[in-house]
């Protein structure tokens, strides 16, 4: 038994340093003899700004002058080992030295990714050669917090990043590129590790990047590892396509979206599964069945595994799938409640999930009424696509909703709508169907509420959060106000405010910690509700 785990170490080894000069003796003690200690599981660091300082204590190993230390690196791009030779690659490092130190100081200087590190130790009498290894995750101090679009004096858009140190590093995108997104915002999306052509290097890479848009009609792809624009809209598509004016961007769980005046574009990227591309887009998704022309509003939520869509020229719910962005027509047959050639006029959709199984509301304003009308989608079939509008409910007229002008929903635990009226905020308890005011404690009363969500996370203890969030402004101010739940409902003071110049818009959250799967569990941090 002794031998056969000596040999799977020297393989082990050999196998993970065969691209760089062999200095080590793979003849391995037994570790229950020789203990290498005091180096954590995992490392979280900031590149250019963090050092890497390990001091390891090693038992039952004799250190003298003939002792050897070699610290060695290899980017494995996230702990899923399938994952590392396309990261190695990309990043040019296949296990490159660190330090032929006993103690490690490394200046961190890395792109952000995970790395794993591994330490050998050869003892100076035996020759023995012992082994540990831990993981390195490096972000930048722009890729893990809250991104913060919002609506400068001037009336563009600028994007500000409250960060995990608990820091505010405002107008990222004047800052790096010098000038301001033309136009007031629109909305914000996301994609997390999104493969792509990098034209300065001709190599295809993978990064997280930020896409505001604009009213006006403009977009950017912003890399988040350092806030530069890699392609605006014009540049995201093949040649000789027609982009047309962008409405929103979005990822879903296995694919990246972009949805225009031309249409709605998909480019199969197919992310789980670690395909990568070029990043363009080219291929516009056609309905099955007529009429298959459409015009998308701006109003969407991630629903399933997809999206949630309403098409404005047919007034018609659409849904798209997961894979490769194909759209379904959501027929009427054999239903109770109609999802095609709707009268009145859309002012929301939003989605969560309750008991793992996934809802939706869209909010319309009634034909001919000043009341709300509630439609509520039960879970969907992936296979089948089938309608799930499970009731419609025609809000009272003495309702605040009436008067509403911004919605948000529970993400979890609950069926709720948030609404604001009357710059007061009011919750929908749509099981019950009763209204009720909300009360803040710590929101002012003077400040002009702009921005209403709720956003959750469950992916790992050090980024566990469930915010309702409020966004305010006054006086060319904004003020975030952050308040755990409790069954949807907000409890006790704001667990965070972030002040800043301007007006918030929206926001998404990014930790470029945790792989592409992990980041897509933020449900609908980075959703398309608008």
């Known amino acids: 038994m002794k031998n056969t785990y000596l040999i799977f170490i020297t393989l082990l080894i050999t196998s993970l340093t065969s691209c760089f000069d062999d200095k080590g003796n793979y003849d391995y003690e037994n570790p229950e003899e020789n203990v290498i200690g005091n180096i954590e599981n995992d490392y979280h660091l900031i590149s250019f700004k963090d050092s890497l300082v390990i001091v390891p204590e090693l038992e039952g190993i004799n250190e003298n002058e003939n002792t050897t230390y070699l610290w060695t690196i290899y980017s494995s791009g996230s702990t899923k080992e399938s994952e590392a030779i396309t990261q190695e690659k990309r990043l040019g490092i296949r296990s490159k030295v660190l330090s032929e130190e006993r103690n490690l100081n490394f200046k961190i200087n890395l792109s952000t990714g995970t790395y794993r590190i591994n330490y050998e130790v050869k003892d100076g009498i035996t020759g023995l050669t012992s082994l540990a290894s831990t993981y390195l995750t490096v972000n930048t101090e722009f890729t893990k917090g809250f991104y913060i679009l919002k609506e400068t004096s001037e009336g563009n858009s600028e994007i500000d990043i409250y960060t995990s140190e608990n820091s505010l590093l405002e107008n990222l995108i004047s800052n790096v590129s010098g000038t301001t997104l033309e136009g007031s915002p629109l909305t914000f999306g996301l994609w997390p590790r999104f493969s792509y052509l990098d034209t300065t290097s001709g190599d295809l890479d993978t990064k997280n990047f930020l896409l505001p848009i604009t009213k006006k009609g403009k977009l950017a792809m912003i890399r988040t590892e350092d806030f530069k624009q890699i392609r605006n809209l014009e540049e995201m598509f093949y040649k000789g396509v027609d982009p047309g004016k962008p409405i929103f961007a979005y990822a879903n769980a296995e694919n990246y979206n972009v949805v225009t005046s031309s249409g709605y574009f998909s480019n199969g990227q197919v992310a789980n599964v670690g395909i990568v591309s070029s990043g363009y ?63 009145d006029e859309l002012v929301y959709i939003g989605g969560g999930s309750l008991s793992n199984k996934d809802y939706a509301f869209a909010i319309f304003n009634k034909k001919n009424s000043q009341q709300k009308r509630v439609y509520s989608f039960g879970q969907i079939d992936l296979t089948k696509y089938t309608n799930t509008i ?23 635990y609950a069926k709720l709508i948030y609404y604001v009226s009357n710059n007061k905020i009011y919750v929908y308890k749509f099981i019950s169907r009763t209204e009720k005011e909300l009360t803040f404690e710590g929101l002012p009363q003077d400040e002009e509420i702009t921005y209403l969500e709720n956003i959750y996370s469950s992916v790992s203890e050090d980024v566990k959060f469930h915010h309702l969030i409020v ?32 007006k918030v818009v929206k926001l998404q959250y990014l930790n470029s910690g945790i792989d592409n799967h992990e980041n897509k569990r933020f449900d609908n941090m980075y959703s398309l509700q608008y």
């Open 281 to 343: 887009f080219g291929r516009v998704s056609t309905l099955p069945e007529e009429p298959s022309n459409y015009e998308f509003s701006q109003f969407a939520c991630l629903y399933g595994k997809g999206a949630l869509l309403y098409d404005n020229l047919h007034h018609r719910f659409i849904e798209s799938d997961f894979v490769i962005g194909n759209l379904h027509l959501i027929s009427d047959q054999d239903a109770q409640y109609k999802a095609n050639n709707i009268e």
């Open 471 to 502: 966004g305010t402004y006054k006086d060319g101010n904004y003020s975030i106000y952050m308040y755990n739940t409790l069954g949807g409902l907000p409890l006790d003071g704001p667990q965070k405010i972030i002040k800043g110049k301007g």
């Open 390 to 412: 499970d009731d419609i409910v025609d809000i009272p007229l003495n309702s605040a909703m009436t008067q509403a002008n911004i919605f948000a929903c529970s993400k979890k």
